[in-house]
């Protein structure tokens, strides 16, 4: 069956009205210009643009001629120039009126000028090393103002403002005290620092952006339009829906299959949740919980490989490693962070006496792989590619270009001419975000480079933390957690990283192990009050108070807080002996289980005081270092099982839709 969800969307934008049967060219040039003539005008050319970015990403991809600073700039350039032309100035009528649409004509002819300099002049450039000309200073101090507006235009005023604020500090370094201070620089080397060369805008994390991400998202975009995101979702349901709370457990299973093809939290809660929040109130799951399952599980599919986030493949380039072994190591954790959301789930289905879907409601598989054996093969040919230590970026084309192949073979998945523009439009417009926060959280990078707060701003959490690991990680939990109130996850991983990771390092954490801390911890933004977006997004579609929502999917998430802490403490990013690997999960995962029956107050029945102070003693415990209290905590879950398995026990509900009604 063809699809028929709404299509992702970015970090910072809604999702596009699902009614809407127009093209999505024409959806994204009505958002900024109204219904008219222009838009529809301006709707063929944000086609063009965004077939134009398309075929320049797969002609990169497979030449590898282009030098890498110049293949960024160009990338950029379409990126600014979809911005200024789909996203107003501002919600105002005032943004979409003639004078903004001039000013926005504008910006797009700075945009192309500012990016086709460099590509003209290079060599020009590269003979004027560490003497830039006064056009190269008012290029690059154009090209900086043109990316802070395109940053607050698609991620927020806070980002645009950090990054501000980093561009201060570099100039006023002599006038701070103590550790902040530095010499100072000129407007002229900021400038020329953050526009030339790769050292600024057009950095590594740009570069990854532009590369490798841009692929699996066309990639993304591709399966939504053949259909693939229902085959995934069905057979979620097919594997979970019989069982207790199935719903529900449908839904963290179908969003780890989506999560980590869409890139985008806030897009997988969007896509999957528009199925399966309804299917969990059905149920019997009050719209809040069904909400928070959501949110807490489509933020995870950006854990899980074979394909995670972005962040994952910038951290591949920072470490310096092939992308698979970030895959290796990710996996174990990832199956956690989902063993948590369900066990939540379950524990939820217990007290509400929820059973599963009845049999004549659920798809039966074999009707499943009838209709869509033919999306697994491009899977398949993914990981192997991965596992042969072929490049992200070849082997995300490799299987784009099997998808699609496949999908022209059955009637039900067949790409039409406007299916194929809308899979090039949905790319470029899901790359927005990842590209601006990149390029932005470039200049970040590059001043931290530049007057070396990384090392200062170390030091200040070591001394904080009184050269202790535990307190440190604590202090990076809460600076990711305040990072991600206004910035995408990937642009918090990578600034949190700069400036926190050395501190971490310096305390004897592995290089591969500090990185995955960091960025496990950035996810939290997404599911953490008071800004939760994927919680806000899930609350839209349940129809439930945001707050309440974002609450439940912070609790759900909590695998996001305490993995971390076990990959510190434990080798259980497979830095380890195969027995001490084992152990690590196994006491893990018992320390999750007591955590959640701790939090929730219920397993198989409510817990009395004893058991659940018992459950706390040992959550902390099984997630300490030492194999004497590993065991003593192991007893105690054993103890806490044993006095469950004894008593009466919940009824299951008979009939779900009665409960549903009785708790929505």
């Not at 950029?76 to 000013?103: N, S």
């Not at 470490?319 to 956690?336: F, T």
């Not at 784009?400 to 790319?427: N, W, Y």
């Amino acid at each position: 069956m063809r699809q028929t969800i709404a299509p992702g969307t970015s970090d910072s934008e809604p999702a596009l009205e699902a009614t809407d049967s127009r093209p999505l060219w024409h959806r994204l040039a009505a958002a900024r210009w109204g219904n008219g003539t222009a838009a529809t005008v301006v709707g063929y050319g944000v086609l063009a643009l965004t077939l134009a970015l398309g075929c320049f990403q797969i002609y990169t991809a497979v030449s590898l001629s282009l030098n890498s600073y110049l293949q960024r700039v160009l990338h950029l350039m379409f990126v600014l120039v979809l911005v200024f032309v789909t996203r107003p100035a501002g919600k105002g009528r005032w943004a979409r009126r003639l004078p903004m649409a001039l000013a926005d004509g504008l910006l797009v002819l700075a945009a192309v000028t500012v990016s086709l300099y460099p590509v003209v002049d290079y060599d020009g450039i590269v003979a004027r090393t560490g003497l830039p000309s006064t056009t190269d200073l008012v290029m690059g101090a154009v090209a900086v103002v043109l990316l802070l507006e395109a940053c607050r235009r698609v991620i927020g005023t806070f980002m645009a403002a950090l990054v501000t604020c980093f561009l201060v500090y570099a100039w006023i370094g002599p006038l701070l005290p103590g550790l902040l201070s530095h010499r100072g620089y000129t407007v002229q080397r900021i400038v020329s620092h953050s526009y030339l060369f790769q050292e600024g805008i057009y950095g590594l994390a740009l570069g990854v952006a532009a590369s490798f991400v841009f692929m699996f998202i066309f990639f993304g975009a591709v399966l939504e339009k053949t259909g693939g995101g229902n085959f995934f979702i069905n057979m979620a349901y097919v594997l979970t829906g019989k069982y207790r709370g199935g719903p529900a457990k449908g839904a963290v299973v179908a969003s780890a299959f989506m999560g980590s093809v869409s890139g985008s939290a806030i897009a997988n809660t969007v896509t999957t949740g528009a199925f399966t929040i309804p299917m969990m109130k059905k149920v019997g799951y009050r719209p809040h919980e069904a909400g928070g399952v959501e949110a807490a599980a489509s933020t995870g599919g950006q854990l899980l490989p074979p394909i995670m986030g972005a962040g994952a493949f910038v951290m591949a380039e920072l470490i310096g490693v092939p992308y698979i072994e970030i895959v290796k190591v990710a996996i174990i954790p990832a199956l956690m962070y989902f063993a948590v959301i369900f066990l939540f789930v379950d524990i939820l289905a217990r007290r509400h006496g929820i059973r599963g879907l009845p049999a004549e409601e659920l798809p039966r598989l074999r009707e499943v792989m009838a209709g869509g054996f033919h999306f697994l093969p491009p899977f398949f040919l993914l990981v192997t590619l991965l596992m042969a230590h072929v490049t992200p970026l070849l082997a995300g084309l490799y299987a784009t270009t099997a998808l699609a192949a496949v999908a022209m073979l059955r009637a039900g998945s067949r790409l039409s001419l406007k299916d194929f523009g809308e899979a090039f439009t949905l790319a470029a417009r899901n790359t927005l975000s990842v590209s601006v926060a990149t390029a932005a959280a470039g200049i970040v990078v590059g001043v931290v480079g530049l007057t070396g707060l990384g090392l200062k701003f170390s030091s200040m959490m070591l001394s904080w933390g009184g050269g202790y690991l535990l307190p440190t990680l604590l202090l990076i939990a809460v600076a990711s957690l305040v990072l991600g109130m206004g910035l995408p996850v990937t642009a918090a991983y990578i600034v949190l990283i700069v400036l926190a990771g050395p501190a971490l390092l310096d305390l004897g954490v592995p290089l591969i192990v500090a990185h995955m801390i960091v960025y496990w911890y950035s996810q939290d933004s997404n599911v953490t009050p008071p800004v939760a977006l994927s919680g806000f997004a899930a609350a839209g579609i349940a129809g439930s108070s945001p707050m309440r929502t974002s609450v439940a999917a912070w609790k759900f998430s909590k695998g996001l807080y305490m993995i971390p802490l076990l990959m510190a403490y434990s080798p259980l990013l497979l830095n380890g002996p195969v027995t001490e690997v084992v152990l690590a999960v196994v006491t893990g995962l018992l320390g999750l289980l007591a955590f959640a029956v701790a939090i929730e107050g219920f397993w198989l029945r409510r817990t009395t005081l004893l058991e659940r102070l018992a459950a706390v003693a040992a959550t902390c415990l099984l997630l300490s270092p030492y194999l004497v209290a590993d065991v003593i905590g192991a007893a105690l879950v054993l103890a806490v099982v044993a006095t469950q398995l004894k008593g009466p026990r919940p009824p299951e509900s008979s009939d779900p839709t009665p409960q549903a009604a009785s708790v929505a």
